[in-house]
């Protein structure tokens, strides 16, 4: 069938993805999520990219459950969104508990409703600090979807999760995206929400190292 929906937060990794799949699949759409995350501003931003990169349509869904969740800087306003680099071998205070598993849940219901076969996310090597951007996630996400999936059950047509970026490190994906043609100056990567971005929360940071000699 050689369809996608792409999950799409509006920052570089997911933008670059939606632009391989532009090249690479014969329609494409995008999802993005409201899920009361401190940096909303993002939403902007996918909004522009799925518009510029002319997407059969730009899904957004909102989230609620994560605004009774706490602890996480991310959707939490009590805590801190740290400076610096992230933690070695721990989960970040930005981690939001099982945040991939139910986005691509529900990109899944959208991908059973208008039978496309796979469903892209751009989880890479430096994100292997967060549980859900695992190698052992996605195959295990996939593997669930199917085992619930109308259009596997009714087609025998399998939906694949698609996440090209596993093993690559984020300046291999700016590299990439270069490539690509990505309007990087229209993405957003800072978790603290602020415009311009802060430059100093560890994905400023991984950001600036990434683009460093690709945006001015």
């Known amino acids: 069938m050689n369809k996608v929906i792409v999950l799409l937060s509006g920052g570089m990794d997911s933008a670059t993805l939606l632009w391989l799949a532009k090249r690479d699949f014969n329609k494409v759409w995008a999802i993005s999520f409201d899920y009361g995350q401190r940096h909303r501003v993002e939403l902007k931003y996918a909004k522009e990219l799925a518009s510029i990169a002319g997407v059969e349509e730009h899904i957004i ?4 459950i994560y605004r009774s969740i706490k602890g996480s800087a991310l959707i939490d306003e009590s805590v801190d969104v740290p400076s610096g680099e992230y933690p070695e071998n721990e989960p970040p ?10 986005f691509l849940a529900i990109a899944a219901a959208f991908a059973d409703a208008y039978e496309i076969d796979h469903i892209g996310i751009g989880v890479h090597a430096l994100d292997t600090p967060y549980p859900d951007c695992r190698p052992e996630f996605i195959t295990s996400a996939e593997a669930a979807i199917n085992a619930g999936s109308v259009l596997t059950a009714k087609r025998k047509l399998r939906i694949h999760v698609w996440a090209p970026f596993l093993g ?13 043609g990505v309007p990087y100056e ?5 978790y603290r929400g602020t415009e311009p971005p802060c430059g100093e929360c560890p994905t400023c940071r991984q950001r600036k190292e990434a683009l460093k000699g690709i945006l001015p």
């Open 61 to 64: 869904v909102d989230t609620p």
């Open 93 to 102: 205070i930005t981690t939001v508990p099982m945040r991939n598993l139910n």
């Open 168 to 180: 690559m490190t984020k300046r291999d994906i700016a590299l990439l995206g270069k490539e690509l």
């Open 186 to 190: 229209k993405t957003y990567s800072c």
